[in-house]
């Protein structure tokens, strides 16, 4: 049960993970592609 | 910032269209990676004041059309993806109009007017034929600009402030969002990976029954 817990929090880590990726990528492209300007930059 | 909005609207929409966030672990984007690198070098150059023609040439004018050659990469291997031609035409039309006029984005004093930057005229005026701090963008009048139509000539609603942007910056919108909001809701490479899982499950239960 134990090891099953740890696959499944493993898992959604991992899943969590690869959302935060692709929005970041998603997100960075279009600074990217657009060339970023003041308005992109903290 | 305006863009990232676009990534928000895919999201929302995607949201509305009964799409689900953990979908988006299963887009696969290729050589994603190659994104990473172009922006930092785009962000650093960004930020570094800009150089004044008896300096030498503005590294800026160089290294953005540099930093292009990793994007197409990257967007040319995810065409198949939804939204991604979008995004490839939008990236055509702002590469070509940067490349056109010597590395730079032109914009224009009426475009600058009618969003209110007011600071960026001001430095237009004591320092013409020189980048505006901050940004990859240059004042020139509209006879100086080639492909004046794929200019920075755009004005944004004030979301939170108005921005000025290109017909190439709205198609990349346009694309990320949809792609966004499609992958939320299942793109055809998921299905074809939901599949492939479905048919490999059923040989296992298959092979455990037999």
Partial sequence: ?42 | MVLWYAVVVGVVVGLCRGGRFSRLAALRLRHAWLVVPAVLVQLWLVYVPPASPVDGIDPLRLWLPMSFLPLAVFLVTNRHLPGMRLMCLGFAANASVILANGGLMPTNEAALVRAGATAALEQAQEFPGIRLQRSKDIVLSPEETRLLWLSDVLVSPPIPRQKVLSIGDLLVAVGIATLTAQAMMGTRDTQEQVNARRQQGEMIAHELLR
Avoid: I, K, Q
Avoid at chain 1, 6 to 18: C, D, E, H, K
């Fill in chain 1, 1 to 42: 049960m134990e090891r099953f817990s740890r696959l499944v929090a493993t898992g959604v880590r991992n899943r969590v993970w690869r959302v935060l990726w692709v929005l970041v990528v998603l997100g960075t492209t279009a600074v990217g592609l657009t060339a970023p300007s003041d308005t992109d930059l903290p």
